[in-house]
């Protein structure tokens, strides 16, 4: 899918991985609905950028959220070729600690907003994506790009809850694409390694070093504009459909 012109819904789009691909996709001539919860920032960027963007602060999991914000996107833009699932949250707390067992309303937080979340605007922005036009005899409507993480994978000590969230987002990845088939949608899934968005630049050195050690080569944390890179590419692509892709640097992580 040509990007030029068209459509995106970024959700966790005022920051992080979110911004730099809403970045990306202006540069290719895109219009953007980030969808995010930080409404000051996102102010700031729906001034910065014009009418190319439009802001909704949005609650991904909260289904009318995401549907009011879909509604100002159609009025707005006319339609919604592309959605880049980047919002997600973490947490660290061991399923037994000092304190006794996890608390389950913060795993059912993280798994609401990560897999629920991600899950519920798929869903929606795929539906008003089956209204659009093939640009081509392939059939092509639409392009999701879903974001999990290597800690789906190889999650440390205490990412019991993150890493259930971000695991289910790559199990759905295979089922989604093979259930948008028939409306002409791929869908794909990016799994970052350790990035350097605003919340890990905030962390100490205790904290960023051991992840740079795992990580082989290049030896640092990734750029946001990587990620942009590889989601720009997704788009572009047309084969490339039902593939979660590790985007890390190949770093495996150790247990904590």
Do not use: W
Request: a neutral charge; proline letters at 4%; aromatic letters at 6%.
């Amino acid at each position: 899918m040509n990007l030029k012109d068209k459509v995106a819904v970024v959700t966790g789009g005022a920051s992080g991985l979110g911004l730099a691909t809403v970045e990306a996709y202006l540069a290719k001539g895109a219009k953007v609905a980030i969808f995010d919860m930080n409404a000051e920032q996102g102010a700031v960027l729906a001034a910065q950028f014009g009418d190319s963007v439009l802001f909704c602060q949005v609650n991904v999991a909260d289904e009318s959220s995401v549907q009011q914000a879909i509604a100002a996107t159609m009025a707005k833009f006319g339609a919604i070729h592309i959605t880049v699932n980047c919002a997600g949250i973490g947490s660290a707390v061991r399923t037994v600690g000092k304190n006794g067992p996890m608390p389950l309303d913060i795993f059912s937080k993280v798994i609401a907003v990560n897999l629920i979340g991600t899950f519920n605007v798929t869903r929606l922005t795929a539906a008003e994506m089956a209204k659009n036009t093939p640009e081509d005899s392939d059939g092509e409507r639409g392009v999701i790009i879903n974001t999990a993480s290597v800690a789906a994978f190889d999650g440390q000590i205490g990412q019991v809850a993150y890493s259930a969230s971000k695991g289910g987002v790559v199990g759905m990845t295979l089922p989604l694409a093979r259930d948008l088939a028939t409306i002409g949608v791929r869908v794909n899934t990016i799994a970052p390694g350790i990035f350097n968005t605003p919340l890990m630049n905030a962390s100490p050195d205790s904290v960023k070093l051991p992840l740079i050690e795992m990580t082989q080569f290049p030896k640092r944390l990734g750029h946001p504009s990587e990620y942009a890179q590889l989601a720009t590419h997704i788009v572009e692509n047309k084969f490339m459909n039902g593939e979660t892709i590790r985007l890390d640097g190949a770093i495996r992580m150790a247990p904590r």
